[in-house]
């Protein structure tokens, strides 16, 4: 069993900051990478950043490419994603997701564990 919790989400002004943080627990030994994916009404699933659990090696989507950043804390089973310069077009749900195996880690539909999600939404 695996559990992902989500936290840090909320209301900011446009150019405002963030930091999500996702927990996790359980059967942690089994992860290769982690990521967070949004998912807006009307857009679907949408990969936004993901950080390989050994090499710490990251991966972005290009519209949050130079604002966001990710990070991990291994110790604490715990992964971060700093979120600057927001615009109204990042307002969406967040999810923290992670998996086991090799493959395309900016793929979202290859990750096998999902946290809740967190609203961020950010006005104008």
């Known amino acids: 069993q695996v559990q992902l919790a989500e936290s840090g989400g909320g209301l900011v002004q446009a150019g405002g900051s963030l930091r999500l943080s996702c927990a996790a627990s359980g059967r942690t030994f089994s992860f290769r990478a982690m990521g967070w994916v949004r998912h807006a009404p009307g857009k679907g699933r949408e990969f936004v950043a993901a950080i390989s659990w050994s090499s710490s090696r990251t991966y972005y989507a290009d519209s949050v490419k130079g604002r966001f950043s990710i990070s991990r804390d291994n110790a604490k089973n715990t992964m971060y994603l700093q979120m600057n310069s927001l615009i109204p077009e990042d307002t969406t749900v967040y999810y923290c997701?992670?998996?086991?195996?090799?493959?395309?880690?900016?793929?979202?539909?290859?990750?096998?564990?999902w946290g809740q999600g967190t609203q961020v939404t950010v006005s104008s």
């Open positions: 997701a992670a998996r086991g195996g090799t493959g395309d880690y900016t793929k979202g539909s290859e990750y096998h564990y």
